[in-house]
């Protein structure tokens, strides 16, 4: 890494250009993810919004900066505002930042209820789904179907995800026990389900941790029986990549999981993201968006 991206990355000077920003011009700033989390906000901005996007680094740099920004200095003044995923950190058992100022998408501390996982999983589950299979030419009555078909496929690769986080860290291992995981080679596109017998025997062969892979599976087995609400263990860029590949075996030639997760992020109604847990924590923060009467949250 260049010593320019390590300046740009380190969680305090991240934050005295935050603070700096705020006390000469009170622009805040939220720290996302990524790129993608900064175009998906942005269309919503109101034109000079006083908002600022950094971080764009992954979760663990969301999560660094926001450690460090409770301490002095920093921790006097209401100038940030933290968005991530969920992703597995529910379900694993991992402990969230339960702080205004830290919104997950998507998950309500006020219900202590996981809606989603991340973005993606959120996306499929609104409205912009119906009108990207509509822009495919495909039939809207065949949504609720493939969402079905999307949520029982994802749990295989999902309880196997989650799993292994819990396993790395009960057996205190260094690297993954899962060690990647390859949707093609055991996916079939055409009715979007798994062969989850043969993924299961041939996992021994990828792993990094072989003696380890039994324990993966009965905590995968554990999990799929206990997470029993639907999408709790969905991950947002397995959903993609299994409805690109299924899409693509219907003739949509070229198409790719980056690709869908662009229209739908251009297909979801302000309106729905306004009534999600996300959307709702925002408008308490104050973040300008276009509507000003946007239900406290």
């Known amino acids: 890494m260049s010593s320019l991206r390590k ?11 935050a603070l700096q920003m705020y006390r000469s011009k009170e622009i805040r700033t939220a720290v996302v993810e990524g790129v993608c ?33 409770q301490m002095k200095p920093y921790c006097d003044y209401d100038f940030l505002c933290f968005l991530a995923d969920v992703d597995f950190d529910f379900i694993a058992g991992h402990k969230l930042h339960n702080h205004p100022s830290f919104i997950y998408n998507s998950f309500c501390f006020t219900e202590n209820r996981l809606h989603y996982n991340d973005l993606e999983s959120f996306l499929i589950n609104t409205s912009a789904f119906e009108k990207v ?22 749990r295989v690769t999902g309880s196997l ?4 986080i819990i396993v790395q860290k009960e057996h205190n291992l260094r690297s993954s026990v899962l060690n990647g995981l390859d949707i093609r080679a055991f996916f079939n596109p055409k009715d979007i389900s798994f062969d989850q017998n043969e993924l299961l025997k041939a996992l021994p062969r990828w792993s990094n941790y072989r003696e380890y892979t039994d324990d993966l599976i ?6 799929d029986r206990e997470a029993s609400s639907s999408w709790s263990l969905s991950r947002g860029h397995d959903l993609t990549e299994m409805l690109s590949l299924h899409l693509e075996c219907r003739g949509q030639k070229g198409m790719t999981a980056d690709k869908l997760e662009l ?3 251009l297909a979801c109604e302000f309106s729905e993201f306004q009534r999600s847990p996300m959307g709702k924590q925002l408008a308490g923060l104050g973040v300008n968006m276009p509507v000003s009467n ?3 949250g």
């Not at 300046?7 to 250009?17: E, G, S, T």
Request: glycine share 2%; net charge positive.
């Open 7 to 17: 300046y740009q990355k380190d969680p305090k000077n991240l934050l005295n250009n």
């Open 263 to 265: 229209m739908l992020r």
């Open 37 to 69: 989390d900064k175009r998906f906000l942005s269309q919503w901005l109101c034109a000079n919004a006083s908002i600022r996007f950094d971080g764009l680094d992954g979760k663990s740099l969301v999560s660094r900066v926001y450690s460090a920004s």
């Open 294 to 296: 946007m239900p406290k």
């Open 161 to 164: 995800r989650a799993a292994d």
């Open 133 to 154: 299979l509509v822009n495919l030419d495909i039939d809207i009555n065949e949504a609720d179907n493939l969402r079905d078909r999307l949520e029982r496929a994802s």
């Open 218 to 223: 009965e905590v995968a087995e554990r999990l």
